[in-house]
């Protein structure tokens, strides 16, 4: 009798666990990302060299953030980049490019000490920078493969050939 006893307790016990471990990580959960298309006729392997570049010779010191999900970067190194602007405000902006490019996070400390994921979280001033950055980003990407004699038509998807486009898709949009 006393060995059931100790067992229904035991068994009690556990459901009581396992009922209250429903809020628990489970592998595999992430962060839902913005995932905000930039329309551009930039080549995107020419801007992510272009980052590596840059980014090599960050002081790694200033402990840039890490990503809400952080694996993207160390797991998808080609089809992820963070863009790093040191301007006031200082921002990071995390791209994801197969063959289109999208934002899928924004890191401004001013705003918040995580990465913002939520589309909602963005003012349309926040949009207009974020697109004026990147843009500038971009442009920066036609100089540096102009200086090394790379041809229009590699640099460009498309035409025109000699003006970058920079489009970010917002909600504000509709």
């Not at 429903?22 to 992510?48: E, F």
Request: aromatic share 12%; with cysteine.
């Amino acid at each position: 009798m006393k060995a059931i006893c100790g067992m229904r307790i035991s068994i009690v016990i556990l459901i009581i666990f396992f009922c209250s471990c429903n809020n628990l990580y489970k592998a595999g959960n992430r962060v839902p990302l913005m995932d905000l298309k930039i329309t551009t006729n930039v080549n995107d392997k020419l801007v992510y060299r272009y980052l590596d570049t840059i980014n090599s010779k960050l002081d790694t010191s200033k402990g840039y953030p890490f990503l809400a999900n952080g694996g993207d970067l160390k797991y998808f190194p080609d089809i992820n980049k963070i863009a790093y602007f040191a301007d006031s405000p200082f921002e990071a902006y995390h791209l994801s490019s197969i063959g289109l490019f999208h934002l899928e996070e924004v890191y401004n400390p001013q705003m918040s000490m995580n990465w913002v994921t939520r589309k909602e979280s963005l003012t349309k001033e926040d949009y207009n920078r974020i697109e004026r950055r990147i843009n500038s980003l971009l442009e920066g990407v036609v100089i540096n493969a102009k200086a090394q004699n790379i041809p229009d038509t590699v640099i460009f998807f498309g035409k025109p050939y000699d003006t970058v486009i920079c489009k970010l898709a917002t909600p504000y949009d509709q």
